[in-house]
């Protein structure tokens, strides 16, 4: 498998790659990690006439943490991440799933924010972004401007962002006091795509009981699927019944079937992972 021709930039610095997008527009792709994006040249699926690779792009190179959120830049690694200590201090659930992306050797060039631009409704850190309420920082030749995860991604491998705007960086909220969060899935086998994958917050009171919850599922819609459990959850013991939380994610999703599951094999899964998440996240906040 051969890519199709295209022409090749490497700019130097982010004023010089935005500008190298104004002028490609709609016919440029922006290379970083290229973890998705070569396979799709490969398989020509993807067919741009310009690439534009922005690995010398150094200031784009970083994750910035501060008491309530995480700054992920455009070039930091999935690895650098999900090995950062004050990162996964200030919001755990970042490195929870992270490591559930793919294989070491993929994360050690993958970029956070690639993944997020990709928009990939099987990726887990869309799921990330979009049950902690986070968003994207967009540049352009025009400047910058900040969207939040509910209006960034808007179909499969489909964002708000114009052609010609870079994603230049993700910003995470960090974990509230009693808050627990988990990621899980099921997938065929450990790196591959997940059939579904649900990341879940939840508060508690001093006493253990739930308070407020949140879930956004993976692969079970064009786009992350949030669901809101407040009013599920306030009150409920996590060792106790959490039916109503199945029921809630369950007429939540519409996800289709494919050669991996049945559509209902799918939604009925999304449920049960549901109620497991927010089992552990609920430990995990009481500990």
Not at 72 to 101: F, N, S, T, Y
Request: glycine content about 8%.
């Amino acid at each position: 498998m051969k890519p199709p021709p295209f022409g090749y930039s490497r700019p130097e610095s982010l004023d010089e790659a935005v500008r190298l997008l104004a002028e490609s527009g709609s016919d440029a792709k922006v290379l970083a990690g290229g973890q998705s994006l070569v396979p799709l040249l490969s398989m020509r699926l993807a067919a741009p006439r310009q690439l534009i690779d922005i690995n010398r792009v150094s200031e784009l190179a970083y994750v910035h943490t501060d008491e309530n959120t995480v700054h992920v830049g455009a070039l930091a690694r999935q690895a650098d991440v999900e090995h950062d200590a004050r990162a996964a201090g200030v919001q755990p659930l970042l490195r929870q799933a992270l490591r559930l992306v793919a294989h070491p050797t993929i994360r050690n060039r993958g970029t956070v924010v690639g993944s997020l631009a990709h928009a990939d409704p099987a990726s887990e850190l869309t799921a990330v972004l979009a049950v902690l309420g986070g968003a994207v920082r967009l540049a352009s030749a025009h400047g910058d401007r900040t969207v939040p995860a509910d209006q960034f991604f808007v179909g499969p491998l489909s964002t708000s962002a114009a052609a010609d705007e870079l994603v230049v960086e993700a910003t995470f909220p960090g974990r509230p006091p009693r808050t627990g969060s988990t990621f899980v899935e099921i997938s065929r086998r450990h790196g591959d795509y997940a059939i579904c994958g649900v990341a879940v917050c939840v508060t508690v009171d001093e006493d253990g009981a739930l308070q407020a919850g949140k879930a956004a599922l993976i692969s079970v819609g064009p786009t992350p699927v949030v669901v809101e459990l407040g009013q599920v959850v306030a009150g409920t013991h996590p060792g106790g019944d959490l039916s109503d939380v199945h029921d809630a994610v369950w007429a939540a999703v519409s996800p289709e079937a494919d050669i991996h599951a049945s559509a209902e094999y799918r939604r009925k899964l999304a449920g049960v992972l549901a109620v497991r998440a927010v089992r552990e996240a609920a430990q995990r906040a009481a500990a």
